[in-house]
């Protein structure tokens, strides 16, 4: 089992900056790609961002150039850091831990609410 801790969520105006953490614990033995995910109100869940044990990263297009991921493998803690924000930024966000020898297995966090409005 992982278990997944989110912070740093928050309420900012439009162009404001937030950095959300996701801190690890657990059994980490394998290796994870690491993922930020968002559930906007009546829409579907939707990755955000994801590192890959080996340092590939992926981002959703609506959030490149304002967003960044990057890791600290020493703590397992994974961080989001979350530039120009904009109110359809405006979300639940969830990090995730996606096992990746065992694609049946991946963990969530309980999520940490962005609210991006004037």
């Known amino acids: 089992q992982v278990h997944l801790v989110e912070s740093g969520g928050g309420s900012v105006q439009p162009g404001g900056s937030l950095t959300l953490s996701c801190a690890a614990s657990?059994?980490?033995?394998?290796?994870?790609?690491m993922g930020w995910y968002r559930r906007i109100p009546e829409k579907q869940l939707e990755l955000v961002a994801e590192i890959s044990s080996g340092g590939g990263i992926r981002y959703k297009e609506a959030v490149k150039g304002r967003f960044t991921i990057s890791q600290d493998k020493v703590n397992n803690i994974v961080f989001l850091h979350m530039n120009m924000l904009r109110p359809e930024d405006t979300a639940l966000y969830y990090c995730?831990?996606?096992?990746?020898?065992?694609?049946?297995?991946?963990?969530w966090g309980q999520g940490t609410q962005v609210t991006v409005s004037s």
């Open positions: 657990g059994s980490l033995s394998s290796l994870y790609t």
């Open positions: 995730n831990a996606a096992d990746e020898n065992d694609a049946e297995t991946d963990f």
